[in-house]
């Protein structure tokens, strides 16, 4: 099979570039392991919703048009949106075709699945950055007895064995599941490594309102100070909620939730925790300071300081004197929420540098043809959010475009018709 | 400088260098393994002497400018002669010391100029450990404070910042507060 672009994904980012590469009569085909949104219908948990409101649902040509725009879409109601979003402009979707090897071949590529073989010059990554978790090497050393989980494998608290649970990490996943399991009568304990702490609102408006506002979300990869440090940073300590609230460390310890520093090593019958947590609630405080403060000069800049609520900024995080060891006996599951990473196993080995990180300058790849979408901190800060993804698909759909003008006079290369 | 509207901060830290040689040991990885050394000999009683001189790393072998002595003992309530600090003592100077280079180097680096910067360090300990009386207390520290008086061209925000990027990039506060590795053998 032949075919100028194949697309690998249909997610938020694979509909967004499909969208695009539509828009400019490119023919391509979006290729998927399951359905579209595979990854919310199999390897998320059942409470799951976004962390952005409904509003900030804004794909090319596409947006949240329902009646509760700062709500916050369910699994399922994401689901429904791209699958919705995908019939809107007719992507060419093959469900349920894997993806097994992408090779270089001549100056383009060749793509092998299970169901066949598509020659094309031009491939996009869009499997997303949550493809598999993060784990730390002390994984391996809890005894066997424990049954350990990753947050992609988390559904609910029924799905665990009885017995107090280890959550490890404390950004989005981390404090939503901890949180969940202890509202469920569970006694938790959270490891608490790096994070970032952020309100649910402020002054009035959602705290993803006011990121957009003030330009966070829209800064650009070249113009930080330290891109590879931006992309490693954790996600936000967010809950999206029927109703909206809070979920930080705070909130987390007023129910109950028992609170130790980063999970470091098993020692024995003993877990041992870093007893840096002081320092690193410290720190997390002092930039959501920093970041409260720079909304606050926006608002007066902008004349809105009159008809928004005061600036109460929230309490210090009080962790208080916590345990450096906790005896292993007292766990009966241990869930990593120790963050993700993207993976492309299929992908040839020359895209990679030699450390096996996929070489691209903002989703450019190293090798002619080859684009990676969906990605923390791809092109913006908003690059892995489904409010993000389309402006960076808007430029590598540019990009990719004048890759295929250089390789083929446009009036031998074959266009979708309408 | 001839630039009049940027003052001149000088708090002795060649921000220039270190920025330097972070990017040349991201570019040469093997370069950035280092070595740190000591021996120890004992002395009498609980008096040793720590000696400190070579260290290897950048790929070579280096000396430093003098051998540095480190004596260390138990006080007199112990039975001993005081003929220098507890070992502890010096884990909290170490402690300090790494984070008030961490201060100062942060606040070049960000702009700032420091008049006088002072750590005080204190480090609680049940003595019950390490005399074996009750097996649940530790031999190490219950928990150790650091307080910083900072006098500097900047508001409390920044100053606190400082204090915690310190922190973040300390080699000592890592060794403290996280496990490490020891094996100790006899030959």
């Known amino acids: 099979m032949r075919t100028p672009v194949v697309v690998i994904g249909a997610g938020q980012a694979g509909l967004a570039m499909s969208h695009h590469l539509t828009g400019r009569a490119i023919d391509h085909v979006v290729l998927d392991r399951g359905e579209v949104a595979q990854s919310w219908r199999t390897e998320r948990w059942d409470s799951l919703r976004l962390l952005t409101p409904n509003w900030m649902s804004r794909l090319p040509g596409y947006r949240y048009r329902g009646d509760d725009p700062d709500g916050f879409m369910t699994k399922d109601d994401t689901i429904a949106f791209l699958d919705d979003y995908g019939r809107s402009f007719g992507a060419p979707v093959r469900t349920h075709v894997t993806v097994e090897e992408v090779r270089l071949r001549g100056s383009g590529f060749e793509v092998t699945t299970d169901a066949g073989v598509w020659s094309c010059d031009a491939v996009v990554a869009a499997t997303g950055a949550s493809s598999e978790p993060r784990r730390p090497a002390v994984a391996a050393d809890l005894p066997g007895r424990i049954d350990q989980l990753t947050a992609l494998q988390y559904r609910n608290p029924d799905q665990l064995a009885d017995g107090e649970v280890l959550v490890v990490g404390a950004s989005a996943s981390g404090v939503q599941i901890a949180d969940e399991l202890r509202r469920s009568g569970r006694h938790v304990t959270v490891a608490v490594g790096e994070h970032v702490r952020l309100p649910r609102r402020y002054r009035g408006h959602d705290i993803h309102w006011w990121l957009d506002a003030v330009g966070h979300l829209d800064e650009r990869y070249e113009e930080v100070d330290d891109i590879d440090r931006a992309r490693r940073l954790p996600s936000l300590q967010l809950v999206g909620s029927s109703r909206p609230r809070t979920l930080d460390l705070n909130t987390l310890i007023a129910t109950g939730v028992e609170v130790v520093g980063r999970f470091m090593r098993v020692a024995g019958t003993r877990a041992q925790f870093s007893g840096a947590l002081a320092h690193l609630v410290a720190n997390a405080d002092l930039k959501l300071n920093r970041l409260l403060a720079r909304i606050d000069e926006f608002a007066l800049e902008h004349g809105l300081d009159a008809e928004l609520t005061e600036a109460t900024r929230p309490p210090a995080t009080a962790v208080g004197t916590v345990p450096t060891e906790l005896d292993l006996g007292r766990f009966a599951t241990v869930i990593w929420a120790t963050g993700y990473r993207p993976s492309f196993p299929w992908l040839d080995r020359a895209a990679f540098d030699q450390r096996g990180r996929l070489v691209h300058d903002g989703g450019a790849g190293a090798l002619p043809g080859l684009y990676v979408l969906g990605l923390p901190f791809l092109r913006r800060r908003k690059s892995s959010f489904i409010d993000g993804v389309g402006p960076d698909a808007a430029e590598l759909a540019g990009h990719l475009h004048a890759h295929l003008d250089r390789r083929v006079p446009p009036a031998a290369r074959i266009t979708r018709a309408g | ?187």
């Not at chain 2, 910083?148 to 060794?175: G, H, M, T």
């Open chain 2, 1 to 187: 400088m001839t630039d009049t509207d940027t003052p001149t901060v000088d708090n002795g830290v060649n921000v220039e260098a270190l920025l330097g040689a972070r990017q040349a040991l991201t570019d040469a990885p093997q370069a950035a393994l280092f070595q740190w050394r000591a021996s120890c000999e004992w002395v009498n009683g609980t008096h040793s002497r720590s000696t400190v001189s070579g260290f290897s790393g950048l790929g070579e072998e280096h000396t430093h400018r003098q051998e540095f002595v480190l004596d260390a003992d138990h006080p007199e309530v112990f039975a001993s002669q005081d003929n220098g600090p507890t070992p502890p003592e010096i884990v909290l100077g170490a402690l300090a010391s790494c984070l008030t280079a961490g201060v100062a180097t942060v606040a070049t680096n960000r702009g700032v100029q420091l008049r006088s910067v002072t750590a005080t360090i204190e480090g609680g300990m049940d003595l019950q450990g390490i005399l074996g009386i009750d097996g649940d207390v530790r031999n190490g520290f219950d928990g150790i404070k650091v307080t910083y008086d900072i006098d500097a061209d900047a508001p409390k925000a920044d100053i606190e910042a400082i204090v915690a990027q310190s922190q973040k990039r300390s080699a000592v506060f890592d060794i403290v507060a996280n496990p490490t590795t020891i094996h100790v053998e006899v030959t």
